[in-house]
């Protein structure tokens, strides 16, 4: 997978993420992380959602939400969404931007942003309880396992098992680097994922399509792909 790049311990720890903490707080403060938002619902999350099998009532998490309008296509759809963002600016942004008027309240080192069937959590991904946001159903991570430093994905893995009921499925987004000179697209699973999941989860890909690049034949060109992560169940 791209992004900022080892074998899993047996139970993760989150790397002292302050550093990667402050460095997305001043994006959003300095307004360069328009690039990682898109103007319109991504199709592709109306293509696969279906994948899923849920029923409407069920409650979708969307970690590393920003101000993501695919909150807004999953609530159209009957879900209770509940959104996990660092950044005040980025919560406050989606609220204002739909005219959604937010009810505020902090909750331990959260403030929660509540309007109709969406809350965002405003603060640290990592130091959030399943106490704290209730049962969760699904998971919509679009492209926040990416985004992340490879150093924080077992344990960004570990947190979403921790949030989730036990069969919860995961519809995952990322953008994986491959050599453009490489021939094909590549149709496998990317082999980052599969040690993440690490046998927690079984892993199916949905899609995968070449993200057109400059005409440069030696720079790394992108995938985007799709994933389904079903939560495998374990008896004694």
Known sequence: MTGPSDSMPSHPVPPDSRYDNQRWLRLWRDQQQSSFHQLAVNPLLSR????????????????????????L?????????????????????????????AKKQRIGNFVRWRAKTISIWCGDFFALSSKQIGRIDAVFDRA??????????????????????????????????IESDGGRESRSVDRELDDLCQGNYSVQLLHSEVIPQAEDQHRLVSHSKVYRLLRKSFTL
């Open 48 to 71: 696969f959602w279906q994948k899923l099998g849920l029923k409407r009532s069920h409650r979708v998490l969307v970690p590393l939400c920003g101000k993501s309008l695919d909150m």
């Open 144 to 177: 926040a396992l990416t985004a992340l430093p490879p150093e924080s994905r077992h344990a960004y893995v570990s947190k979403l098992m921790d949030l989730t009921e036990q069969g919860a499925p995961i519809l995952l987004f990322t953008i994986e680097d």
């Open 73 to 101: 296509w999953l609530a159209e759809q009957g879900h209770e969404v509940v959104g996990i963002e660092l950044s005040p600016i980025a919560v406050e942004a989606f609220f204002k931007e739909r005219d959604l008027q």
